[in-house]
Antibody
Framework: QVQLQESGPGLVKPSQTLSLTCTVS??????????WSWIRQHPGKGLEWIGY???????YYNPSLKSRVTISVDTSKNQFSLKLSSVTAADTAVYYC???????????WGQGTLVTVSS | EIVLTQSPGTLSLSPGERATLSCRAS???????LAWYQQKPGQAPRLLIY???SRATGIPDRFSGSGSGTDFTLTISRLEPEDFAVYYC?????????FGQGTKLEIK
């Protein structure tokens, strides 16, 4: 059973960079056919796809966030990470990591972590 | 990007009743690349349906999906108490993948 777990600061100051890591267990991040993803959910709102990465390092980002997002992978640690720069209060959200089946649907999710942007 | 509009926003039904949730796309979703998720408070979304009509592993057969093109439906044949939650549709036929705004299924 694949499990994902997000980790990182729950509070980030405006204009700084939000950094989160997702640790994958129960399966290898280097397994072909899966894209490792970040998705966020603003409080009381719907879901927004941020981007995903293949184990080889290929990345795909949502155009609405592309200029501020970097997703990277560390196969030796079975982890992938999110960096979102120049954050504002509008970036306050629950951030989920998830596994996408071939850039398609998301079949495994982390529990989510709330990140608040505030001074 | 493809905009998904879900209706109704809130659906009030009783256990044992049939629920019909709608998801309409702003343009055709290629190859019926549409999924449905269930989300309960404080939890991550759970994949229910993919490919418009295929149930994910472990999903009870009271959940079914249908549709193509721009109109898709999630049907729950007989509501169980644990089915009351928020449901989201998601398209993955074109990039960026997008989600609907959700339908809240509440107990009447």
């Amino acid at each position: 059973q694949v499990q994902l777990q997000e980790s990182g600061p729950g509070l980030v100051k405006p204009s700084q960079t939000l950094s989160l890591t997702c640790t994958v267990s129960g399966g290898s991040i280097s397994s072909g056919g899966y894209y490792w993803s970040w998705i966020r959910q603003h409080p009381g709102k719907g879901l927004e796809w941020i981007g995903y990465i293949y184990y080889s390092g290929s990345t795909y980002y949502n155009p609405s966030l592309k200029s501020r997002v970097t997703i990277s992978v560390d196969t030796s640690k079975n982890q992938f990470s999110l960096k979102l720069s120049s954050v504002t209060a509008a970036d306050t959200a629950v951030y989920y990591c998830a596994r996408a089946v071939d850039t398609a649907m998301f079949d495994y999710w982390g529990q989510g972590t709330l990140v608040t942007v505030s001074s | 990007e493809i905009v998904l509009t879900q209706s109704p926003g809130t659906l009030s039904l009783s256990p044992g009743e049939r629920a019909t949730l709608s998801c309409r796309a702003s343009q055709s979703v290629s190859s019926s690349y549409l999924a449905w998720y269930q989300q309960k408070p404080g939890q991550a979304p759970r994949l229910l349906i993919y490919g418009a009509s295929s149930r994910a592993t472990g999903i009870p057969d009271r959940f079914s999906g249908s549709g193509s093109g721009t109109d898709f439906t999630l049907t729950i044949s007989r509501l169980e108490p644990e089915d009351f939650a928020v449901y989201y549709c998601q398209q993955y036929g074109s990039s960026p993948v997008t989600f609907g705004q959700g339908t809240k299924l509440e107990i009447k």
